[in-house]
């Protein structure tokens, strides 16, 4: 059973850019048919879909975040990366990486999900 784990700091200054990392157990990073998607929640509020990066490093955003969203991948480090500029007090949020996609389903079918990380956007 493969393992995600999301890494990155835990308080962000408002304006300033977030970044978190999600490492994976095994080499499904570089398996043909992955998604590999950043979701989060907020206090009080549902989960909130960030975007993937694909197989073929393909990415896709929320409408609502892609202004300021950017996803990569470190197949060498079995890691993807989120990038959120510009962010403000309504970024904080509890953030997951998760493992969508996998033979015969679609992105957003997640199999795998980390333990997510509290980050909190504060001067």
């Known amino acids: 059973q493969v393992q995600l784990q999301e890494s990155g700091p835990g308080l962000v200054n408002p304006s300033q850019t977030l970044s978190l990392t999600c490492t994976v157990s095994?080499?499904?990073?570089?398996?043909?048919?992955?998604?590999w998607n950043w979701i989060r929640q907020s206090p009080g509020k549902g989960l909130e879909w960030i975007g993937y990066?694909?197989?073929?490093?393909?990415?896709h955003y929320s409408p609502s975040l892609k202004s300021r969203a950017s996803i990569g991948r470190d197949t060498s480090k079995k890691q993807f990366t989120l990038q959120l500029t510009s962010v403000a007090p309504e970024d904080t949020a509890f953030y997951y990486c998760?493992?969508?996609?996998?033979?015969?389903?679609?992105?957003?079918?997640?199999?795998?999900w980390g333990q997510g990380t509290q980050v909190n956007v504060s001067s």
């Open positions: 998760a493992r969508g996609g996998g033979v015969g389903c679609g992105p957003y079918e997640y199999d795998s």
């Open positions: 095994d080499d499904s990073i570089t398996a043909d048919y992955y998604y």
């Open positions: 990066i694909s197989y073929s490093d393909d990415t």
